[in-house]
């Protein structure tokens, strides 16, 4: 049977429910047997900052890479759809998914299948990613679309014909696969923290004390 790697990239900063919904649905949609969680190290397109500091809530102290990995590993144990990697937080950042790809590939060899999870709203940014073409051509692309973002969809495709071959755009398509739509953001908990608020909900349990504990995201 063709081995089946399913990777799952992300800052988690921290992960949430939004998170670990999508990553089950998608899982269920394909059968797949396993989810791999991989937090990056330094996210290439994206920021780690807390949210909007303002003088009345200056910033909150934002977690180590190691704690973002631990904070995955919390919310996932037991569980045994998912798994983490810390392929990423092995590298110098910044982490690439190609290099990732690269790697997992070599690893697994050429026969075993990749899949690349995103939120769909990741998929308008893919032309910026390194070596995006290639990242298309590693493996499958698997979109998260939750149901209103689903009518966006052609103006997104149309973005991506600039940039990928007509071949690569219709695979990007056909991996646009429904799933709910989970109102949760990483930026919405940490500005829920720095503000005082209950987090209580939107993350599991364990990371939402991980978070009081170590004192995450809190003005310092
Ligand atoms: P931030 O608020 O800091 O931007 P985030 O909540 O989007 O963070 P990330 O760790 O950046 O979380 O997301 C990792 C992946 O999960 C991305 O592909 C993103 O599109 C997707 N994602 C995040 N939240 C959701 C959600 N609620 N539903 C579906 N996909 C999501």
Not at 11 to 17: G, L, S
Not at 44 to 61: M, T
Request: charged content about 25%.
């Amino acid at each position: 049977m063709v081995e089946r790697i399913v990777l799952f990239g992300g800052t988690f900063n921290p992960i949430h429910h939004g998170h670990l919904i999508v990553a089950r649905a998608i899982a269920e949609y394909y059968h797949f047997e396993k989810v791999t969680f991989v937090p990056a190290a330094v996210p290439p397109h994206k920021e780690l900052s807390p949210g909007q500091a303002s003088p009345q809530v200056p910033a909150g102290r934002l977690p180590s890479p190691e704690e973002r990995l631990e904070m995955v590993r919390l919310a996932i144990a037991a569980e045994g759809l998912f798994d983490v990697s810390d392929i990423e937080l092995r590298r110098r950042p910044p982490s690439y998914t190609i290099e990732t790809l690269l790697a997992v590939r070599q690893r697994h060899g050429l026969e075993a299948q990749l899949h690349w999870i995103i939120g769909a709203d990741m998929l308008e940014d893919l032309p910026t990613w390194r070596r995006a073409d290639e990242v298309v051509e590693m493996c499958r692309i698997i979109t998260a679309a939750r149901p209103p973002w689903s009518s966006r969809l052609e103006q997104t495709l149309q973005k991506l014909r600039v940039r990928f071959s007509a071949e690569q755009v219709a695979r990007l398509a056909a991996g646009v696969t429904p799933s709910p739509l989970i109102d949760i953001t990483s930026t919405q908990i940490r500005h829920r923290v720095r503000q005082g608020r209950s987090i209580r909900f939107l993350t599991p349990e364990a990371v939402v004390e991980y978070i009081r504990e170590k004192g995450l995201y809190r003005p310092c």
